[in-house]
């Protein structure tokens, strides 16, 4: 019997951008129905329209002005004043379907994507004086995207979250010595040896074997909102294999066995390391170097017509064409993005892909793997963030999002179309990139973490091998799971966006997990945030979910006064990267 063409356009439903169900036929002409293979979307779809968008309006977000599949996006206009919270969302959504639009002509030619097209720049990770450059994008140029960069604090040093749900960041200096703890009596004590408990718990003995009750770091008491946050400064220790954190009174930070790492690894269920990107704009670039080189005097990014103008002024004065740039009015960003091989997930034909050299492995050693060349492959999208300056908002619009089949959610609650509350609960069977197939409650377990240069090899954590984990978004919509009036707004921008774009179209197999700004604007440190005020993106801060963008990225002078301060520097400013990183000339 030959399948119907409704079975045919099932099957293709349910491998592409809209899932449902599986029908078949028997050879008797019995029709089956089954759950399609995979997850299904994240996005309930019977939401209260907290945040309404016709979908005559998202038409107008296409250079076109008609919503077509995989159509050109212009970017949003970001010197207009925005209004929370649904604007911002606007904002982000749009944003995130301009960077991911194919490249018109107008940017260098055309071809490829938005973000990798030449109004675009590489950011290099930091060289041995911990210097970045950036690399413009240019027809055939094949980007470099290295493993998991550590996620960092405002000192620019990696950060680990401990039992209390603090950010911690961690000393890169190694250690002078063995590690010295302050016992419950408060003596300082050498530990020789650790190990952990039955129950997993940390145990740390002396030179004569002896079990120490060591004292355990205590959370400060809540600062003024109104001063800038100080991060907690930790050493690393690793003994047998066992990695712990010491604070500067020699108390222990007590930390979630498997996820005490400061330079994670994350590996897709499939076999695929993550890969990671750092990108900033044109106008970014040119304000940096603008500002830098004392041409523009600043200490923020351009956020009105006036401080936009300057940085046309000073790249027109320095060889770029009149206009300088395809799309000014986006102003200043900074895109991070993670990617895996395109060959290692289930269906390509899901996900954004570009082509790009990866650092390849030697894989013998279950423990420690040693970078052993490179190679260039097809990557497919698998999390971005973006974040840019708008009208009156310097302390910038953080917004983040991943594709449908990442990871299970965690328990949230919305408000329905009806106006009665919802309950999703977390799923216990599934399969999904980055967590197995009916996995447990042991979520965002840290198997490995990258030891970085000159070996550039990639360790293994405790007892754990090198190999995938199973993760989760423990707060899906970016704030607490019990959060229904913000989780509302965030699903309902998503199902106007996701509903208006053109079936086939890629981007619609992303949703936006969240979006944070501060309250009328202004530095983080001093100002409400709200919006999504514990957004995370699994593939980028899988093992510091819970934290706030701001937590880290929270220096009042925005980027530190100019000239930058000499290296090294204790003030990274608003933008980790934008001290580290090189004038373009």
């Not at 200096?173 to 039955?198: F, M, N, S, W, Y």
């Not at 895996?340 to 013998?364: F, W």
Request: include cysteine.
């Amino acid at each position: 019997m030959r399948e119907s063409t409704s079975i045919r356009e099932s099957l293709k439903r349910c491998n592409g951008v809209l899932r449902g169900v599986l029908v078949t036929a028997t050879l008797l002409g019995v029709l089956t129905i089954t759950a399609c293979p995979g997850p299904k979307p994240p996005v309930p779809t019977d939401a209260q329209d907290a945040c309404p968008l016709p979908k005559t309006t998202v038409a107008t977000w296409f250079h076109s002005g008609s919503i077509t599949a995989n159509g050109v996006v212009d970017p949003a206009d970001s010197l207009t004043f925005l209004n929370p919270d649904c604007d911002f969302y606007s904002w982000s959504e749009r944003m995130f379907l301009w960077l991911t639009s194919p490249a018109p002509a107008s940017y260098g030619g055309g071809g490829g994507l938005i973000l990798n097209s030449s109004a675009f720049f590489d950011v290099s990770p930091p060289d041995a004086n911990g210097d970045r450059t950036l690399i413009q994008h240019s027809a055939g140029l094949l980007s470099k995207f290295p493993l998991r960069a550590a996620q960092v604090g405002s000192h620019g040093m990696p950060v680990i979250m401990d039992t209390a749900g603090r950010l911690i960041e961690v000393d890169r200096t190694p250690p002078k010595g063995p590690p010295i703890v302050r016992d419950q009596a408060g003596k300082q004590v050498e530990i020789a040896h650790a190990r952990l408990d039955d129950r997993g718990k940390l145990v740390l003995l002396d030179k004569a074997g002896a079990v120490v009750q060591f004292q355990i770091s205590q959370s400060p008491e809540k600062r003024d909102a109104r001063k800038k946050r100080e991060s907690l400064i930790a050493q690393k220790f690793m003994l047998d294999k066992i990695t712990f954190f010491i604070d500067p009174t020699l108390s222990v930070i007590t930390v979630e066995q498997g996820q005490a790492g400061d330079s994670g690894v994350l590996e897709s269920q499939t076999g695929s390391l993550v890969y990671y990107a750092t990108m900033v704009n044109d106008v970014y670039a040119y304000f940096l170097t603008g500002q830098k080189k004392g041409a523009i005097t600043a200490s923020q990014f351009p956020l009105a017509s006036g401080d936009l103008n300057n940085v046309i002024a000073f790249a027109t004065a320095n060889g770029r064409p009149n206009p300088p740039f395809p799309d000014p009015s986006a102003l200043a960003i900074e895109v991070k993005s993670s990617w895996v091989l395109a060959s290692k997930v289930p269906d390509p034909g899901d996900y954004i892909r570009m082509t790009a050299t990866v650092p390849t492995y030697d894989t013998t050693n279950p423990n420690t793997w040693t970078e052993n060349g490179q190679q260039t492959v097809e990557l497919a999208l698998v999390g971005l963030h973006v974040v840019g300056s708008t009208n009156t908002h310097p302390e910038l619009v953080w917004a983040t999002f991943e594709h449908e089949e990442n990871t299970p959610l965690g328990d949230y609650t919305y408000t329905n179309s009806s106006g009665g509350s919802t309950k999703v609960t977390q799923p216990t069977s599934g399969t999904w990139l980055f967590s197995a197939s009916g996995a447990g409650l042991t979520f965002n377990q840290q198997h490995m973490f990258f030891v970085g240069p000159p070996t550039n090899a990639i360790q293994s954590s405790g007892s754990f091998t090198i190999s995938p984990s199973n993760t989760m978004r423990s707060e899906p919509w970016g704030t607490d799971g019990t959060d229904a009036p913000h989780n509302t707004e965030v699903i309902s921008m998503n199902n106007h966006v996701l509903s208006s774009l053109s079936s086939g179209d890629l981007r619609g197999n992303y949703f936006m997990t969240g979006a944070t700004w501060i309250a009328f604007g202004g530095p983080p440190s001093t100002g409400f945030q709200v919006g999504n005020a514990r957004m995370s993106n699994t593939t980028m801060e899988t093992y510091q979910q819970g934290s706030n963008c701001f937590d880290c990225h929270s220096d009042p002078t925005m980027l530190g006064a100019p000239p930058p301060p000499p290296k090294p520097s204790v003030d990274q400013g608003l933008s980790h990267i934008y001290e580290q990183i090189k004038p373009l000339f």
